[in-house]
């Protein structure tokens, strides 16, 4: 398993930005299909996006296109989720997830959207 860390959550009023960012353990990071997914209260874990090891593929959910973007810094072995026009719906726990064999997933981190 590959050990991931999020940051970068927090509270964010509607129409604002935050940046995810996801920290991981192993330099396979970078031969690795990364994805973020959220799950908000009572409702099932979503994929929000994912991105191919180098960066030049990404999938968005339709809920977030046009106003999240997924990066990576294979050197840092980091991943990113830019969140801009943030709205209620997308309060949520957000995770970092991927696969080697076995799924690795963060502990997640908090963002809520709220007036």
């Known amino acids: 398993q590959v050990q991931l860390v999020e940051s970068g959550g927090g509270l964010v009023q509607p129409g604002g930005s935050l940046r995810l960012s996801c920290a991981a353990s192993?330099?396979?990071?970078?031969?690795?299909?990364m994805a973020w997914y959220r799950q908000a209260p009572g409702k099932q874990r979503e994929l929000v996006a994912t991105?191919?090891?180098?960066?030049?593929?990404?999938n968005y959910g339709d809920s977030v296109k046009g106003r999240f973007t997924i990066s990576r810094d294979n050197a840092k072995k980091s991943l990113y989720l830019q969140m801009n026009n943030l709205n209620p719906e997308d309060t949520a726990v957000y995770y970092c997830?991927?696969?080697?064999?076995?799924?690795?997933w963060g502990q997640g981190t908090q963002v809520t959207v709220s007036s």
């Open positions: 991105i191919s090891n180098r960066g030049e593929s990404t």
């Open positions: 192993k330099n396979e990071f970078i031969f690795l299909r």
């Open positions: 997830n991927t696969y080697n064999g076995l799924w690795s």
